[in-house]
């Protein structure tokens, strides 16, 4: 078992930045790799960015792609993601993912943490 705990979300107004923290604890030696996929109201969850356990390869949607920044604190087992220039599209539930080892699919969530831009 994998435990996550996101935080950092809030209001900040369009243009501004947040930066979310996700702490993993548990068997965090069966992790593979981790994201942040977001949700927002009404619509299906999406990948916004992810990143090897490692740290060393990272990916990105088209959305989040020169605004997000994706990177991990191996010491702290601590995944970031650095969101600039927000948009009011952006608003959304984003949440912590890990996926194990043998796993196609993240299979370990966090229970989300709020980010709305406002315009």
């Known amino acids: 078992q994998v435990q996550l705990e996101e935080s950092g979300g809030g209001l900040v107004q369009a243009g501004g930045s947040l930066r979310l923290s996700c702490v993993a604890s548990?068997?965090?030696?069966?992790?593979?790799?981790a994201g942040w996929l977001r949700q927002a109201a009404g619509k299906e969850r999406e990948f916004v960015a992810g990143i090897t356990w490692t740290g060393i390869d990272t990916a990105y949607a088209d959305t989040a792609k020169g605004r997000f920044t994706i990177s991990k604190d191996n010491a702290k087992k601590t995944v970031y993601l650095q969101m600039n220039s927000l948009k009011p599209e952006d608003t959304a539930e984003y949440y912590c993912?890990?996926?194990?080892?043998?796993?196609?699919?993240?299979?370990?969530w966090g229970q989300g943490t709020q980010v709305t831009v406002s315009s």
């Open positions: 548990g068997r965090t030696s069966d992790a593979a790799a």
């Open positions: 993912a890990v996926r194990t080892f043998g796993t196609n699919e993240y299979n370990y």
